[in-house]
Structures are given as structure tokens and as C-alpha cells.
């Protein structure tokens, strides 16, 4: 099975940056995803990983060590709007495989 | 992106009736479809997959009486929660995707058994 293990709640200031850490243990792996998720609405994705190394979108970057079975997702300029639930999943390696998530960093941006 | 849908998004049920949820793939040929379950404050939880013109395969742990799953046709995937109780009240959103890293959800339905 897969074990993904992230932070519960974080709380960060209106501009800042964040970095939110991401491990997971599993076997066969093809690809880590991040999505953002509002409450009482579906996941929509963020960036994924399947390499090592750093991938940049804009505000948001992620990052992968499939070595240490570890990913962050960097977070700057925040804005207040960035106040979600963000998950990491991860995808085993096989045709048609689901992403399985963690259970999710709740992060509250205050002014 | 590709597109999903899901009908309804809001369903109030008495307990003991079933339930009918409709995702479809607007865009796109969904040969797979995936089906999660979302409790408050809770992660993701895969319940199963579905695959045009086969059975689904349930995860552990989850009643395949209880939570029909159809997949007639490479555009609609159909979750049916039978003879529903209050803990079955939850988010249920489905997904499939377009390429090896492009999964993509639709916009969930809130079930309350009341």
C-alpha cells in the first residue's frame, strides 16, 4: 500500500512564502500531484512530479526526491484566496492506477 | 483541461432509499473512472474503478451491494448508493483522466440522508 504522511494545518501571513512537505512510501511509483482544494468543492490540480527536481507555474512550485520519497509545494507572494486544503497524491506505477492522497495540509493565510 | 461533470450536486435523501450519481467526461472518452468519497475535514478516499463495459473493482473495505457502479458506455459512469443511511452522507466525486498525469475531477455531489 501507500503511506503519504503531511502536515495537518499551517498558518501563514499574506505575502509570505510557504513550503508545504509531502512524504510517502511506496512501491512502483509514477508520479506525485498536488491539487488545491476549496471547502465544498473539487480538487483542482496544482503541479505534478515524476522526476527529480524542482517544477515552477507561477506563485506555486514543486518539488520531488524519489529518493527520499519526498515532495514540497512552495507557495509564494500568498494571497488570501490561497486559503485551501492542499493534497498531495501520489499515482502507482500501471495502466489505469488511481492517484491516492494524503490526507490534506488545511493552510490559513491571515493579513 | 478536460472536463467532467457530475450530476446532482446536491441530493437530500430519506434514509433507506437509493441514490443515483452521473459523472460524464465532456470532452473526452473516459474508459476509466474513479470514485472517491470525502467525509469532513477528511482526505480522499478511493472507493473504486470503474471500466467501460467491465466490472468495477471496489477498494477494501467498501460494500459492492451497497455502492452499485456502472460504466455503459466510454462517457458516463454512474455510482448508485443503495438503501442509503445518514453515515452514508458524504462528498462523492468522481475522476478519470486524459494522459498518464492528467486526472482530472468532477465538481462532486454532496449526499445528506436524513
Known amino acids: 500500500g501507500q503511506n503519504i504522511d503531511q502536515p495537518t494545518e499551517m498558518t501563514a501571513t499574506e505575502g509570505a512564502i510557504v513550503q508545504i512537505n509531502c512524504t510517502y512510501q511506496?512501491?512502483?511509483?509514477?508520479?506525485l500531484f498536488w491539487y488545491q482544494q476549496h471547502a465544498g468543492e473539487a480538487p483542482t490540480f496544482l503541479s505534478y512530479?515524476?522526476?527529480?527536481g524542482l517544477e515552477e507555474k507561477g506563485r506555486f512550485s514543486s518539488f520531488l526526491s524519489r529518493s527520499k520519497g519526498y515532495s514540497y509545494l512552495l507557495l509564494k507572494e500568498l494571497q488570501m484566496k490561497d486559503s485551501a486544503s492542499y493534497l498531495c497524491?501520489?499515482?502507482?506505477?500501471?495502466?489505469?492506477?488511481?492517484?491516492?492522497f494524503g490526507k490534506g495540509t488545511r493552510l490559513s493565510v491571515i493579513a | 483541461g478536460a472536463v467532467v461533470s457530475q450530476h446532482p450536486s446536491r441530493v437530500i435523501c430519506k434514509s433507506g432509499t437509493s441514490v443515483k450519481i452521473e459523472c460524464r467526461s465532456l470532452?473526452?472518452?473516459?474508459?476509466?473512472m474513479f470514485w472517491y468519497r470525502q467525509f469532513p475535514k477528511q482526505s480522499l478516499m478511493l472507493m473504486a474503478t470503474?471500466?467501460?463495459?467491465?466490472?468495477?473493482?471496489?477498494e477494501q473495505g467498501v460494500e459492492k451491494d451497497k455502492f452499485l457502479i456502472n460504466h455503459a458506455s466510454l462517457t458516463l459512469s454512474t455510482l448508485t448508493v443503495t438503501s442509503a443511511h445518514p453515515e452514508d452522507s458524504s462528498f462523492y466525486i468522481c475522476s478519470s483522466f486524459t494522459g498518464p498525469y492528467e486526472q482530472y475531477f468532477g465538481p462532486g455531489t454532496r449526499l445528506t440522508v436524513t
Open positions: 470503474s471500466n467501460e463495459g467491465s466490472k468495477a473493482t471496489y
Open positions: 511506496t512501491s512502483g511509483f509514477n508520479g
Open positions: 497524491a501520489v499515482r502507482k506505477r500501471g495502466g489505469n492506477t488511481p492517484l491516492v
Open positions: 470532452d473526452f472518452q473516459a474508459t476509466t
Open positions: 512530479n515524476v522526476l527529480d
